[in-house]
C-alpha cells in the first residue's frame, strides 16, 4: 500500500474534518449561560427627557438594573464606558426592560440614546462599590 499517497492527498481533508467536528461539539456561547445572581438592584425611571435618578451608588459587582417607561417617547439605557454591549430598551407607557450587568468598582455614566434625549438631560452616573 501506498501510504505517501494516503499522507499527501487525504492528510490535509482529514484534518479539516476533524477540525469541523471538533469545533462544532464545543459551539456553546456565553449567550447559553445563565446570568449572574445580582449583588444589587437599581430601578429607574425615564419620563419624557429626564430619568427619575441621575446619581446612584450600589455595592457589589452584578447589578440587575430595570429601566420602566413612565414616559411617552422611546427610551434606551447604555453606559458609555460599555457602549451598546449593554442596552435596555423600553417603547411603551409601562413597558419595562431588566438585565443583570457585572462591573468593576468605578463611576459609569448612564444615558439615552435616542437623538436629542442626552443633550436635553438624559445622562446620569452609576457608581459601583466593592462588597
Known amino acids: 500500500m501506498n501510504l505517501r499517497f ?3 492527498r487525504w492528510a490535509h481533508p ?15 456561547s456565553d449567550d447559553d449561560a445563565s446570568p449572574p445572581t445580582p449583588d444589587a438592584q437599581v430601578e429607574i425611571a425615564a419620563r419624557d427627557i429626564s430619568w427619575s435618578k441621575t446619581a446612584i451608588t450600589v455595592e457589589g459587582k452584578a447589578i440587575e438594573i430595570t429601566v420602566k417607561q413612565e414616559g411617552e417617547l422611546p427610551h434606551t439605557f447604555l453606559f458609555d464606558q460599555i457602549g ?6 423600553v417603547t411603551p407607557p409601562g ?3 431588566t ?3 457585572e462591573l468593576g468598582p468605578g463611576t459609569y455614566t448612564f444615558f439615552c440614546d435616542v437623538p436629542g434625549h442626552r443633550d ?7 457608581t459601583v462599590v466593592a462588597p
Open 84 to 89: 451598546y454591549q449593554f442596552l435596555l430598551e
Open 14 to 28: 482529514l484534518v479539516l474534518a476533524v477540525a469541523v467536528v471538533v469545533g462544532a461539539c464545543n459551539s456553546g
Open 6 to 8: 494516503l499522507r499527501t
Open 120 to 126: 436635553a438631560g438624559m445622562e446620569g452616573t452609576l
Open 95 to 97: 413597558d419595562t426592560d
Open 99 to 101: 438585565e443583570v450587568i
